[in-house]
């Protein structure tokens, strides 16, 4: 159903969920990053901002993705990022979390997920 929307629509599409799913270009790709069990309001506020941050990257990237579409990529890396500073958030606050408490998680979730260890 969401490829024949994607397709149809000519459009990126992704859907937040336990597993976020990145629908481009006749392809659907699942993210692997799971989160935690706590979704705040306005998370998709910060999953909006990440995934234009990622876009722009990306398409400056474009000749290296090997065929990847850079939505793709820009979406997986923004939901990749916020479901890590989310389940960073909630391990250290709990069920009391809040939006804004996630953003102190960012910075350390981007090195955790996008960053290659050195050899």
């Known amino acids: 159903e969401i490829l024949t929307v994607s397709n ?3 459009c990126a599409i992704l859907c937040k969920g336990a597993l976020d799913k ?3 270009k006749e392809t659907l790709t699942v993210c692997p990053e799971q989160g935690s069990n706590r979704r705040v309001g306005g ?8 995934v234009g941050l990622f876009s722009f990257w990306a398409k400056s990237a474009e000749g290296k993705l090997n065929g990847t579409p850079y939505q793709t990529v820009a979406a997986v890396a923004g939901s990749s990022v916020v479901k890590r500073a989310n389940a ?4 250290q ?4 979390m809040i939006t804004s408490d996630m953003i102190g998680f960012l910075s350390r979730a981007f090195v955790e997920v996008m960053e290659m260890p050195e050899k």
């Open 93 to 96: 606050n709990g069920r009391s």
């Open 8 to 10: 149809k629509l000519k």
């Open 43 to 50: 998370q998709g506020d910060i999953l909006a901002g990440a």
């Open 88 to 91: 960073l958030t909630f391990s």
């Open 22 to 24: 990145v629908c481009c």
